[in-house]
């Protein structure tokens, strides 16, 4: 029992602290502008560009890409790789999915009603139907083996983990004041009540496709060798817990400066705790010089993005009407929201996957911690204890 409270007081300690915090910065309402309101809208926008704070971010940026492109740069010994595993034939369920993502790829992007009203549900069938594509890519190139195939129970928990895990970052995102917003949330036809099932049904998607992923990365023998020999690097658990505790109250207090928090601070709080009770984490992997499983955790939730941003761009651009995709949704990050490549992401807002890839993998392990559930992937690297 007491294992279990003390991984269990972090987390809630997290979810307190912003509202403890925001007694004091809003005295009028003790909560910030928008809060509760779901799904969330624009509250005020954000702080304009400012071309230091642009530099700053690209600077550090560029350290990252030639970390990820140059390893050997930063201490990592070239390693040769493993041999591929002879490909088999794709599974029949990587058709299915084939049909579900170009099909309702093109009902969302064409915004045509031909089908009705099916056209404002398109997003969760688009995504589930890439996540089957997504297995049926790492069951061909991993000998017939992949989460759907032979860990059928550890997809379907990630998805219901992935409900509450983007329910809560969605609450964190109240206390930054938006770093999104959905502004297509009054469709005419669609009842308030149907809009959020729509949004809960689409969060069981953003789990389970960040883990196809790794499961598809983990396939390339040349990637998992060229991180796997690095400097070993052991982080203190309690004082990543506890900064990460402290980011989040500031935040609350300096929404605009601090947006990045909402990266970091969760991931903090939750990666120290881990550590503090010594759990397996990508970052223990890191500790003895394996900085794969962290890496392409990260990558995977960076690739995943790229199509998150291009396919909500399409549902609403280059013509913003008729509004047909109550899930598309719109940046508010202040300083650093230009340059946008058909994505309402900025360039630099990129970066952000990054640690949200690792914070989807900790949520994952701590949360079967708690509750009892296996959160092995079926990866090599994952030496559980």
């Known amino acids: 029992m007491r294992r279990i409270v003390g991984l269990i007081w972090p987390m809630i300690a997290s979810l307190l602290l912003p509202l403890a915090v925001a007694w004091f910065v809003y005295p009028a309402t003790h909560l910030p502008p928008g809060f509760g309101v779901f799904p969330p ?78 056209v404002y549900y398109a997003f969760t069938p688009l995504w589930w139907g890439f996540i089957l594509v997504l297995d049926g890519l790492a069951y061909r190139r991993n000998g017939g083996q ?3 195939s032979s860990r059928s129970t550890t997809l379907f928990i990630s998805a219901l983990v992935s409900i509450a895990g983007w329910g809560v970052f969605e609450y964190f995102d109240y206390f930054a004041l938006g770093n999104w917003y959905y502004p297509n949330v009054h469709i005419p036809g669609l009842s308030h009540a149907t809009i959020v099932l729509l949004f809960i049904i689409a969060y069981t998607t953003v789990w389970p496709a960040v883990f196809e992923w790794y499961s598809l990365l983990n396939t390339f023998p040349s990637m998992v060798a060229r991180y796997s020999q690095g400097p070993k690097l052991a982080l203190p658990g309690p004082a990543m817990m506890w900064l990460g505790l402290l980011l989040i109250g500031a935040m609350v207090v300096l ?27 990508p970052f223990t992997a890191m500790a003895q010089g394996n900085w794969t499983p962290m890496i392409l955790m990260a990558l995977s939730s960076l690739f995943n993005g790229f199509f998150w941003e291009l396919w909500n761009f399409g549902s609403a651009n280059p013509n913003p009407m008729p509004e047909t995709n109550p899930n ?10 230009v340059i ?46």
Do not use: C
């Open 146 to 148: 992949s989460l759907l």
């Open 255 to 281: 929404p605009y400066p601090l947006f990045w928090v909402l990266w970091v601070g969760p991931l903090f709080v939750l990666s120290g705790t881990l550590i503090h009770k010594n759990i397996w984490t």
């Open 41 to 118: 809208e624009l509250v005020a926008p954000a702080p304009p560009f400012w071309l230091l704070a642009f530099i700053v971010v690209l600077l550090l940026e560029l350290v990252i890409a030639a970390f990820l492109i140059k390893p050997t740069w930063f201490g990592f010994k070239p390693v040769a790789p493993q041999p591929p595993l002879p490909l088999v034939s794709l599974p029949y369920w990587f058709w299915i999915g084939l049909v579900l993502t170009v099909f309702f790829l093109w009902l969302m992007w064409s915004r045509v009603t031909v089908f009705g009203s099916l």
């Open 340 to 385: 946008h490549i058909f994505a309402e992401m900025p360039i630099e807002g990129y970066a952000g996957y990054l640690p949200f890839g690792i914070l989807v993998w900790i949520v994952f392990i701590w949360a079967g911690q708690v509750l009892g559930f296996n959160t092995d992937l079926g990866v090599a690297g994952e030496n559980r204890r």
């Open 328 to 337: 598309y949704w719109i940046y508010n990050i202040p300083y650093v929201n």
